[in-house]
C-alpha cells in the first residue's frame, strides 16, 4: 500500500502539468467557434551599424512583392542566425507570443505587414482592425497565395493554422468570427511580422534586429 500511495503522490503534479500550459495554448483569442473550412479559404537583427538587412540575407524582400512562386528555404541553424530567439521561437516552432506584449497589437501606422523571415507581404493595415484580443487582427491576407492555411488540430483544440507560403513562418491562426465584409479573423503574432510604412520607400520599421551571419549555430 506504500508504494502506491507513493506513486499516485508522485503522478498527481505531473497530471497537473497539462492544465498549467491551457492558458498558452488559447493563444490568438481561440473561441469556441467551429474552425473555418480550408476549402473556402483561398490557400491561395547587431552588425556594424551600416550594414543592411538586404546585405545579411538577400532573399528578404524589403520593398517589392516576390513572385508568388517563389520559396525560401533555411535549416533552423540558418534561422537562428539571423533572428532574435523570440523570433525564431514563434516563427519557427509554431510558438505564440503573450496577449499585449506584442509590437504591433495597437499599431495605427498606415503601410504593409511582410513575414519577418523572408520579408514576403502578407497583410495590409487597410484590413487591420481592433479585436480586443491583444494580438494584431486583420479581416484579409494583402493577396492570394501569399498566406497558406492548414488544419491544426494540435491541444485537443480544431483551429486553422495560417503560415508565409513563401518560407512557411508560422504567422497565427484564423477565425470566422472577424467582422465585415469577411467575416474572418486574421490573429497574427507581432514577431512574425515587419512593418513597412506606406510612406517609406527606403526604411521599415521592424522588430528584426539584423545580425552578420556566421557559421556558427
Not at 498549467?20 to 480550408?38: D, F, K, Q, R, Y
Request: overall charge negative; some cysteine.
Amino acid at each position: 500500500m506504500k508504494v502506491i500511495e507513493m506513486n499516485l503522490q508522485a503522478l498527481f503534479p505531473l497530471m497537473g502539468l497539462p492544465l498549467m500550459a491551457l492558458p498558452l495554448l488559447w493563444g490568438c483569442g481561440v473561441t469556441n467557434e467551429p474552425s473555418i473550412s480550408l476549402a473556402p479559404v483561398a490557400d491561395a537583427v547587431a552588425t556594424n551599424e551600416t550594414q543592411e538587412v538586404t546585405q545579411v540575407r538577400e532573399y528578404f524582400a524589403m520593398n517589392e512583392h516576390p513572385p508568388l512562386h517563389d520559396r525560401v528555404e533555411k535549416s533552423d541553424a540558418e534561422w537562428k542566425e539571423v533572428l532574435t530567439d523570440e523570433q525564431f521561437r514563434v516563427a519557427r516552432k509554431h510558438g505564440t507570443e503573450r496577449a499585449f506584449t506584442g509590437e504591433f497589437w495597437d499599431e495605427k501606422t498606415e503601410g504593409t505587414y511582410r513575414c519577418i523571415c523572408c520579408g514576403n507581404p502578407l497583410f495590409s493595415s487597410e484590413t487591420k482592425y481592433e479585436s480586443g484580443t491583444g494580438w494584431p487582427s486583420f479581416t484579409d491576407v494583402i493577396e492570394e497565395g501569399r498566406v497558406g492555411h492548414k488544419e491544426d488540430n494540435t491541444f485537443f483544440m480544431r483551429r486553422t493554422e495560417v503560415h508565409c507560403k513563401r518560407c512557411e513562418a508560422h504567422l497565427g491562426h484564423v477565425f470566422p468570427d472577424g467582422p465585415h465584409p469577411t467575416g474572418m479573423r486574421y490573429c497574427i503574432n507581432s514577431v512574425s511580422l515587419t512593418l513597412h510604412p506606406e510612406n517609406d520607400s527606403e526604411e521599415s520599421t521592424t522588430s528584426i534586429e539584423p545580425e552578420e551571419a556566421t557559421s556558427e549555430e
